[in-house]
């Protein structure tokens, strides 16, 4: 048998099972626009965030090692926010907790948060939040607290992390400022007990042990000139004559008294009256005046005292005084020196003791100072942070309550149910063809081999064509019911089986 016959053979014995291919079609095509349209809607809300990548993300993923790449850095994001102490603020936030009545709908609640929520960037610093449900308001609250909590990491946590930095720094500022307190106490109380062994500021930095020393070693240098000099001036003044002779007229006024008035006035020129030298000049003055060496007419021999002689006296007994004067003071001097070395003698790790205080007292004064430093900074930053927080992150497009849904897809759905019942009626009629063993044709008899006489003439062409119009209005009215459907939607699903049932009467 030919191809063509085959085919005509087969269409002829689809023909014949037209009307359960329909109502297959019809079954298929009721069961699933009634299932399509028993699907939930589900409500889509979203917002836009304007948020400068490089400070915001940079906030709130502090801390982890992330790609600098915009790709990374929001899938990073997304994780971080869709973390799962921040899904359960999202469902105490939200209508959600009314869905959870036992544990197990709270962690396929956090899977599907977890899965639903998505963050996705648009362009450059640009970022949507998105979030689909059955309830159009619930969708809504969602978004916002997710919204909220982005915000909440990018600015609020900043400035929590700003508070908390500020109250550490206040803790350490006032436990060090204690401790400070504490260490220039035992600095003062060892600095005063042992003030003599220790470098004084006022001495340029040597101890009074030091400079006492020192003062005794320029006493004695001080006092050993001094003994020189004694020395010096006795010798000097036992070459000195103690009186001068000469010859005297009585009655002329150029004589020795006259000589010592002149000297008198020269050192009343230089020194003041109470001056050795001017003292013991007027003491010769004196001698002179009652020895009479101021008058007398007759040329004779004369004694008076040398003024030479009075004056090295002089200054011998005052080298003399100052002499005794720097030995006292170079005995006062040994026996401090002796004072403050039986007192280091007593204390041999004064020095490193005090180094070891002095380092604890700078030390934790160089740290209050950078404490005090580092608050001020963060007060400035802080206050320069407040003022940036609108400029680094700004809702564009807030959440809103949906009113259309975004899902399911009816009108793709209802068009693959409707070929998925013509696909299924086609089916049905071919698979019953095939199994179809009815001879419909001479052909079929002859091809057993059997003697065929003649064949009965088919039915009028009238109730033929009538059957064909009954199935043709009947695949129309499938056709216009797909049509009326998407035109009224779910309301017109309980009318389908009434109009099935008015086609097939």
């Known amino acids: 048998m030919s191809q063509t016959a ?3 053979r087969l269409l002829g014995l689809g023909w014949r099972h037209r009307w359960k291919a329909l109502l297959l079609a019809w079954v298929v095509c009721i069961a699933g626009w009634s299932a399509v349209y028993s699907l939930p809607d589900q ?4 917002a836009r965030v304007y948020a400068d990548a490089d400070a915001v993300l940079g906030q709130t993923l502090r801390g982890l090692a992330v790609d600098g790449a ?3 850095q929001v899938d990073t994001l997304q994780r971080t926010l869709l973390s799962r102490p921040n899904l359960e603020r999202i469902i105490a936030r939200t209508d959600l907790s009314m869905r959870i009545t036992r544990e197990a709908d709270r962690e396929a609640m956090l899977s599907s948060l977890a899965r639903d929520i998505r963050l996705t960037p648009q362009a450059r610093n640009l970022f949507r939040i998105e979030f689909r449900d059955p309830n159009a308001r619930l969708a809504r609250d969602v978004v916002q607290a997710t919204l909220d909590l982005f915000v909440e990491r990018a600015t609020g946590n900043d400035r929590q992390q700003m508070e908390n930095a500020r109250a550490f720094i206040g803790q350490q500022i006032a436990t060090y400022e204690t ?5 220039e106490r035992r600095r003062a109380e060892f600095r005063a007990r042992y003030l003599d062994l220790l470098p004084n500021d006022s001495l340029g ?6 400079a006492a020393r020192g003062r005794l070693a320029t006493l004695r240098g001080e006092l050993t000139d001094e003994k020189l000099r004694r020395d010096l001036m006795r010798q000097q003044l036992e070459s000195t004559p103690t009186t001068l002779v000469g010859e005297s007229t009585g009655g002329g006024g150029g004589g020795p008294a006259a000589e010592m008035e002149r000297q008198l006035r020269s050192l009343r020129l230089r020194y003041t009256d109470a001056h050795p030298e001017v003292v013991a000049a007027r003491r010769a003055l004196a001698d002179l005046r009652a020895s009479g060496g101021g008058g007398g007419s007759a040329p004779r021999a004369t004694s008076r005292p040398n003024p030479a002689h009075e004056q090295a006296r002089l200054r011998l007994t005052e080298t003399e005084g100052n002499i005794a004067s720097l030995e006292r003071q170079v005995r006062d001097a040994i026996e401090d020196v002796e004072r403050l070395e039986a007192l280091a003698r007593g204390a041999p790790q004064l020095q490193a003791e005090f180094t070891n205080l002095d380092r604890d007292y700078n030390v934790l004064r160089k740290s209050y100072e950078e404490l005090l430093e580092r608050r001020e900074s963060l007060q400035i930053a802080g206050a320069a942070r407040s003022g940036a927080d609108q400029v680094r ?3 564009i497009e807030p959440p809103t309550i949906p009113t259309l849904p975004v899902s399911p897809n009816r009108l793709l759905l209802a068009s693959g149910v409707l070929a998925a019942g013509l696909g299924a009626g086609l089916f049905l009629v071919v698979l019953l063809a095939m199994l179809d063993r009815s001879f419909a044709s001479v052909s079929d008899l002859r091809a057993l081999g059997l003697p065929v006489l003649g064949a009965f003439s088919g039915p009028r062409l009238r109730p033929r064509l009538g059957a064909g119009i009954v199935f043709a209005c009947g695949l129309s009215m499938l056709l216009f019911a797909f049509g ?4 009224g939607g779910p309301a017109l699903m309980a009318r389908i089986p009434a109009l099935v049932s008015r086609t097939f009467v």
């Not at 930095?205 to 030091?210: L, S, V």
């Open 179 to 183: 401790q400070l307190r504490e260490a």
């Open 43 to 46: 409500f889509q809300s979203s």
């Open 484 to 487: 009326i459907l998407l035109a």
């Open 205 to 210: 930095g040597a101890t009074r042990y030091e």
């Open 70 to 72: 915009t790709a990374s």
């Open 393 to 395: 992150l700004e809702v």
């Open 6 to 8: 085959k085919a005509r």
